[in-house]
């Protein structure tokens, strides 16, 4: 088993510029999650999914959209990147809402 | 605002000696959860405790929680280099939904 894995590991993008990071998980959760992580802070929640086709917003939506066409599979979109969307992205799964969550590497997005 | 607040925000031990961390929170909860991530990774679940739990134990780890005070805590004995890392408390608290709040984390080094 992969676990949660994220693609890509790394990207930098200029202001304006498009991106969606994938996130995919092996273990047949319902529920999937995308945080950022900011320098010496916790982890926000942007969007959330409690199923395939459905999803939520999280603490800090604006300038994100995210869709789950496939229970396997998470992506998280920006459309027009600014530089304040510079931050580690991590996504994570979980079988039921509020119970342990298990995080993918994380994707290291610098925007100029 | 974040649900939980760690406390102390940064810790230095020696080798063997024992690493404690506190989390207070706001709200009422169904669990209350801690995650270690080491520098560059993803998050990793330690142990959950639920809301009508005192303490729980894994290992070297011990968590407590008190309801009544809206904190927890957790301890590692014997700390070793390798329990270098940040520390997250996450909260499932009980008009969240699906999510969980975490906290800004205490980073722990342990000196050898």
């Known amino acids: 088993n992969a676990g949660v894995t994220q693609t890509p590991k790394f990207r930098v993008l200029k202001t304006g510029q498009s991106m969606t990071l994938l996130c995919a998980q092996d273990?047949?959760?319902?529920?999937m999650y995308w945080y950022r992580q900011d320098p010496g802070m916790g982890l926000r929640l942007i969007h959330y999914?409690?199923?395939?086709?459905?999803?939520a917003k999280g603490e800090v939506p604006d300038g994100y959209n995210v869709s789950r066409l496939k229970k396997q599979n998470f992506l998280l979109g920006l459309e027009s990147a600014a530089p304040s969307q510079t931050s580690v992205y991590f996504c994570?799964?979980?079988?039921?809402?509020?119970?342990?969550?298990?995080f993918g590497p994380g994707t290291r997005l610098t925007v100029l | 605002s974040q649900q939980g607040e760690e406390d102390p925000q940064a810790l230095s031990i020696q080798e063997g000696e024992n690493a404690t961390m506190n989390c207070s929170y706001k709200?009422?909860?169904?669990?209350l959860q801690w995650y270690r991530q080491n520098s560059g990774r993803g998050l990793v679940h330690l142990i959950l405790?639920?809301?009508?739990?005192r303490e729980k134990h894994s290992g070297r780890l011990r968590v407590t929680l008190d309801t009544s005070k809206k904190s927890s805590s957790l301890l590692i004995t014997a700390s070793r280099a390798a329990d270098t890392a940040s520390y997250f408390c996450?909260?499932?608290?009980?008009?969240?939904?699906?999510?969980?709040?975490f906290g800004g984390g205490t980073r722990l080094m342990v000196k050898p």
């Open positions: 709200t009422s909860i169904n669990n």
């Open positions: 405790i639920r809301s009508n739990e």
């Open positions: 994570a799964s979980s079988g039921t809402s509020g119970r342990t969550q298990y």
């Open positions: 996450a909260t499932d608290f009980n008009n969240a939904g699906n999510m969980l709040t």
């Open positions: 273990m047949n959760h319902e529920y």
């Open positions: 999914s409690v199923g395939e086709g459905t999803t």
